[in-house]
């Protein structure tokens, strides 16, 4: 099998082979600090300007489920944690940004059929994801956005103690909604 050290190096430099322009820009007056969330999944994300032309996206997510039906019980829980960092060019209404997120994966899920024996999946892995995007400002404090990512996801796990170990390279598309805080 083929090395995938290449791909991976392509793929965490990719955004950046537009960086040139986007640093050309002028990095505008943007909101500092604000709060959002994705259309995909449970994520939130705190995106937070930290200089004119650089954000910082740091991003969780939590799903805890107990569900008990016909007496068989499943317990399912997942946690991402993870940050974006990006190059930004502001104009007029938007924002259009390039960089890379990364997450952590937590994952695990417990399943008791009725006067069965307790089967257990765990997985932990991370995320690595070339991202460019935009936003448009619906108003001053809030924005509708978009991002096309290529994303790497490597984990490891185990599923009633059989052990596992899983990578695949994938495209996602992502809508957001941000409001951000007033100020500057």
């Known amino acids: 099998m083929p090395s ?3 791909a991976i190096f392509i793929l965490i430099l990719s955004p950046f ?10 990095g505008g007056e943007l909101p500092r600090l604000g709060i959002g969330t994705d259309f995909n999944g449970y994520n939130v994300y705190v995106p937070i300007r930290i200089a004119p032309r650089l954000r910082l996206e740091p991003s969780v997510e ?5 569900e008990e039906e016909l007496g068989t019980t499943s317990t399912y829980n997942f946690l991402d944690v993870g940050a974006g960092l990006f190059l930004l060019s502001s104009h007029a209404e ?3 940004y390039a ?3 990364i997450w952590y994966t937590y994952r695990r899920s417990y399943f008791t059929p009725s006067g069965g024996e ?9 995320y690595l994801v070339p991202t460019i995007g935009g936003e448009y400002f619906l108003a001053p404090t809030f924005s509708l956005g978009a991002e096309a990512q290529l994303s ?3 984990e490891t796990g185990t599923t009633d103690d059989v052990k596992h170990d899983r990578s695949r390279i994938y495209t996602n598309g992502v809508i957001f909604v941000r409001f951000y805080f007033p100020g500057r």
């Not at 939590?62 to 107990?66: A, D, E, P, Q, T």
């Not at 307790?118 to 991370?126: A, I, L, P, S, V």
Request: overall charge positive.
């Open 152 to 154: 790497y996801h490597r």
């Open 4 to 6: 995938l050290k290449p």
């Open 99 to 101: 960089g890379a997120r």
């Open 94 to 96: 938007s924002n259009l």
């Open 62 to 66: 939590l799903s805890i489920v107990s």
């Open 118 to 126: 307790e089967h257990k999946w765990q997985r932990d892995g991370f």
């Open 17 to 26: 082979l537009s960086a040139t322009s986007i640093l050309a820009q002028d």
